[in-house]
């Protein structure tokens, strides 16, 4: 029973003719309430919700606009707050110094708002109100700046129209033949409560109930309201503050149902299954959220179930694909045009990039930012793309690549051209800064719109609303006119307009469930209520005091200012007030874990009393209502006929039945069936198919195989971890590039490592062709020639901030002195090859001893290999012998360089031994090398030299004859070393128990050749 419902009904009764008049604070409520008296069986003329800016308007606007006033966007408010407060002086200011944070101009406009429907003007505001002298000053300016604004544009506010209604009671339409009443307890603002009472007609004061044990708000007690005693056997609710008092009344069968979830998603679907098992339709039940997220929670679950939803509160905009795809592009211009977070935007979906339209997918252009390396800054998406654009079309035209992969290379070619093209564009279309770090706020507005219309997606109805919507809520940004500011400043008045907008709020409708706030419920009378979201710390914000006036201001300035203590009062009277006058079955229920932040969560106050009101037991604990409750509810229903699809009826079907369900979904998922037996066969001790063991690839991977060529790299590789040897070389697996730059390093160790190359190259080879040796007389040249590098590489990949890019150059430019130092001083050997390249395209390469043939090395016994590399030093040391190098830039671990070829993983000293002299032999007659060198040039190396002599033919031959046996057999098992998984591209194919279940399979004998590899130490 609704006490004021029953109220109109009465009225409605008793003056079946006569104007009766209701205040209510939206037209939702007062078209809801009609609805349900006509529903409920009383027939209305007369009757007529408004709302008190209603009459407002009819009494105040006329003379408004006669005196050529018009009014403001009510809408632009928080907006127009920022450009206010970004005008005031920044120096000595109180609030303007936080402009930049997300929330201020919000709690600003709200402060506003609030003083100026309290009849409170700038004069009002005295100084000795306020602790801070700056503070007082600058909200002075402020309130004063927005009124000036309004004179200037001839704009009336709400409370100017109210201030002037007032002034003319003669054009109310209230007549005093008529009678009116208001919502009970309903908290309206000064303005308001003096144009209410102004009416004139006979008054009914509201009825409401008297709550048990709770006080009315301080600011409530001004309205007069009748109020009454509530039944516990009809409205059990409104005893939820006072269970011992309703079980002392009567003794009652309560309506009340509880339950907990292991989860907000959980909560959710278990509520559906409920109003599915309650066999009633849907406009029946209303779910009331204690949060904006559960409601949007109850849409998605009802739009993937196909049930018509309305929503009270609507859906914020930035939930929505257009919504979150303007805040994605403020990110993205906020973090610098990053890279990572624009691949971030592009795989989430809410941008329309398509095939027809683009000639690209969004997949497709994030993943080719991702190969492309682009980093920070607007410059980097043109050079990235560009330089892999480049990288592209070279190998669409190298003749040594197999036609498959020309003919890859080329499409690649064309996408990556159309990416670049559309990503530039875009940064394009975002103003540039003046000298003054300025942008004129309307250009923002332009290109915003403009990313709007063409680059946001819509999926579904409420998508297009939104986007519509957001249009005109931009649009609105205009009214701000000509101004400029920071570039990141225009950007918080794009984000407010997103986060402050709400689409498709609705009230409730014939046949659609209803999800609305806790403080919006009760007004459709439904039969049953669903009360979500009841963890601790959700339902009712903390008591904190306003961030603009604190408490102990408010009460100086006016005693109809909300304080802090009264905001918590008036959200738990609101909330109770609609609760008692409900006569609904209510289930009341929260979630007892965040999924989202992996921690338990704790049932409100709300919560623990309504169980004890079910239990007719005020001293009841929350450990005794969790004890009760049971097991948390899940996504999985405990009946399978309660499933509310298909996916949840096949979960219950199989959970807990061991065997013998996953048979049942064996037969019909044949998929899921080999997935269950594969991953079986690898927990076993056989060395099995689905661990690598592929007999038939063998031949077709034979690295002696005639036209076969490998890198030494990729030999060594295979012996490291034979499986990823054969994803990639035998199955043509390339990983998806999801690498995200970190900020904290600007050149990641292989970009590194290839720039000292580069760098150590050019040195030697200057010296080369003048015939002497390096001398610290070219550390100037040097240093130039690094520098000059290292600026290159920051404009194509830009270092996120200054500390990193000067901290990284530094430690870089130490290491290339440390090799200058080091090569002056080396007077044993001269460098005769450098970077000397075989086996692939030499393209502009003029190193003398380069070719693009591979060198083929003949072991005897028919191990016999084709290979190709790049030796990155061949160093003469006697008349013709020589010695490899090969840099090593990161740290010395002794450890880690023990013996001549740790298990076929280090091949380069003696098969880039043997290239070399076959490489020598167009130069020198009978050259030989001697050892090889692998040399820690670093400072972080500590410059060490790892010599390993040059080992026997017969050696290398038994070391290679088992790598290849290992491959012809088809051994490709995962390594059983968990270190060599760390930075591997393809730990996405493994998963976590790779390792131990590889090791396990070590004794199976079909492993001889990769036991026999592991023995070469
Ligand atoms: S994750 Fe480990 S086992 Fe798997 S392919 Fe990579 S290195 Fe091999």
Not at 733 to 744: A, H, L, S, T
Request: hydrophobic content about 40%; proline content about 5%.
């Amino acid at each position: 029973m609704d006490t004021f419902v029953d109220q109109l009904k009465s009225l409605c009764v008793v003056y079946p003719t006569r104007a009766k008049w209701v205040f209510v604070p939206t037209h939702a409520i007062g078209r809801t309430l009609g609805e349900r008296l006509v529903l409920e069986g009383t027939d209305w003329v007369n009757l007529r919700f408004v709302t008190p800016l209603d009459l407002a308007l009819r009494m105040g606007a006329p003379f408004l606009v006669e005196r050529g006033i018009h009014p403001s966007e009510e809408g632009l408010g928080p907006a127009l707050m920022m450009r206010l407060l970004l005008d005031l002086p920044q120096e000595r200011g109180y609030f303007r110094p936080l402009a930049d944070h997300p929330t201020m101009a919000q709690a600003l406009w709200t402060t506003v708002c609030e003083l100026r429907m309290a009849g409170v003007r700038p004069e009002a505001l005295k100084p000795e109100v306020f602790p801070s002298p700056a503070k007082h000053a600058e909200l002075v300016a402020l309130l004063s700046a927005y009124e000036h604004f309004l004179d200037q544009h001839n704009r009336g506010d709400i409370a100017a129209v109210y201030e002037e209604a007032v002034k003319h009671p003669d054009w109310c339409p209230i007549q005093a033949q008529d009678c009116w009443t208001e919502l009970p307890d309903t908290n309206w603002s000064p303005l308001q409560s003096l144009l209410i009472d102004s009416m004139r007609g006979e008054r009914f004061h509201p009825r409401a109930f008297e709550l048990f044990g709770v006080r009315v708000p301080r600011r409530l007690m001004s309205r007069k309201t009748e109020r009454l005693m509530a039944d516990v056997t009809t409205n059990e609710l409104a005893f939820v503050m006072s269970p011992a008092s309703a079980s002392a009344r009567t003794s009652r069968k309560s309506k009340i149902a509880l339950f907990h979830a292991g989860g907000r998603e959980a909560e959710i679907e278990e509520v559906f299954r409920r109003i599915l098992a309650t066999g009633v339709s849907l406009d029946q039940v209303e779910i009331a959220c204690a949060s904006d997220a559960h409601v949007a929670l109850v849409w998605e679950k009802a739009l993937r179930h196909n049930w018509p939803v309305t929503l009270g509160p609507g859906i914020s905009a930035a939930f929505t694909r257009p919504g979150r795809a303007l805040i994605g592009l403020c990110d993205w211009v906020e973090t610098d045009f990053s890279a990572s977070h624009f691949r971030r935007l592009l795989q989430s979906g809410d941008l329309g990039v398509s095939e027809e339209g683009e000639g690209f997918t969004a997949g497709q252009a994030a993943r080719l930012l991702g190969r492309a390396e682009a980093g920070w800054g607007r410059a980097t998406y043109g050079l990235a793309l560009g330089r892999l654009h480049k990288s592209y079309e070279s190998r669409a035209a190298d003749q040594d690549a197999s036609d498959e992969d020309r003919a890859d290379a080329l499409v690649k070619v064309e996408v990556t051209a159309r990416v670049r093209n559309w990503i530039t564009a875009l940064v394009a279309s975002l103003p540039e800064p003046a000298p003054d770090g300025k942008v004129p706020l309307q250009t923002v507005v332009s290109a915003v719109l403009d990313f709007l219309e063409r680059t946001t997606t819509r999926g579904n109805a409420l998508d297009y609303r939104a986007a519509a919507a957001l249009q005109d809520y931009v649009v609105e940004l205009r009214a701000l006119g000509a101004f400029s500011c920071a570039l990141s400043e225009s950007l918080r008045f794009i984000r407010e307009r997103v986060q402050s907008l709400y689409v498709a709020a609705e009230r409730p409708r014939p046949g659609h469930l209803y999800a609305c706030r806790l403080s919006q419920s009760g007004y459709a009378g439904r039969a049953h209520l669903f009360i979500v979201g009841l963890e601790e710390g959700r339902v009712f914000s903390s008591s904190t005091e306003d961030a603009v006036l604190l408490d102990d201001e408010r009460g100086r300035i006016s005693a109809d200012l909300r304080l802090s203590t009264d905001r918590i009062d008036e959200a738990v009277y609101a909330v109770l007030m609609r609760l008692a006058v409900s006569a609904a079955s209510a289930t009341f229920s929260y979630s007892c874990r965040d999924t989202r932040e992996f921690r338990e969560t704790y049932a409100s106050w709300l919560m623990l009393q309504a169980f004890r009101l079910h239990r007719g037991d005020a001293t009841l604990s929350y450990n005794q209502m969790k004890a009760t409750l049971g097991e948390p509810k899940s996504a999985v229903p405990e009946d399978r006929n309660a499933a509310l699809s298909s996916g949840g009826w096949w979960l219950r079907s199989v959970v807990g039945t061991g065997d013998e369900g996953i048979k049942v979904l064996s037969s019909a998922f044949t998929g899921v069936a080999h997935g269950w037996t594969a991953e079986g066969r690898r927990e076993s001790a056989e060395f099995t198919e689905f661990d690598g063991y592929v007999p038939d690839a063998g031949p077709v991977l034979d690295p002696c195989a005639p036209k076969t060529v490998f890198s030494v790299t990729e030999l060594e590789k295979a012996a490291e971890c034979p499986f990823r040897f054969f994803l990639k070389c035998g199955l043509g697996v390339r990983p998806v590039d999801e690498r995200e730059r970190d900020k904290d390093i600007w050149l990641d160790p292989l970009t590194r490592g290839s720039e000292l190359h580069e760098v150590y190259a050019a040195l030697l080879r200057r010296a080369r062709d003048e015939n002497r040796r390096p001398n610290i007389d070219d550390g100037a040249w040097l240093i130039a020639l690094a520098k000059e590098r290292l600026e290159k590489l920051n404009e194509e990949m830009p270092a996120a901030t200054v500390q990193v890019l000067e901290g990284e150059s530094k430690d870089f430019l130490a290491d290339v002195e440390l090799f200058l130092e080091a090569e002056s001083s080396n007077l044993t050997s001269t460098p005769t090859g450098v970077e000397v390249s075989f086996g692939r395209p030499l393209d502009n390469d003029s190193e003398p001893l380069a070719r693009s043939e591979a060198v083929e090395v003949d072991l005897g016994n028919g191990i016999r290999f084709q290979i190709a590399g790049r030796i990155d030093r061949i160093d003469q040391v006697g008349a013709a012998s020589f010695k490899v190098l090969d840099y090593k830039t990161g740290g010395f671990w002794p450890d880690k360089w023990q013996g001549s070829f740790n298990r076929g993983r280090r091949l380069q000293h003696a098969l880039y031994g043997l290239a070399a002299v076959e490489l020598l032999k167009a130069r020198y007659t009978n050259p030989e090398v001697t050892a090889g060198v692998y040399y820690f040039s670093s400072r972080k190396g500590r410059q060490e030299r790892v010599t390993i002599p040059a080992p026997a033919k017969a050696a290398i031959a038994a070391v290679l004859a088992d790598l290849r046996d290992l491959i012809i057999n088809g051994q490709f098992i995962r390594t059983p070393d968990e270190d060599d998984c760390t930075f591997c591209d393809y730990i996405a194919a493994c998963g976590g128990k790779v390792n131990r279940q590889a090791a396990e399979k070590l004794p199976d004998s079909k492993l001889g050749a990769y036991r026999r590899l592991a023995a070469h130490v």
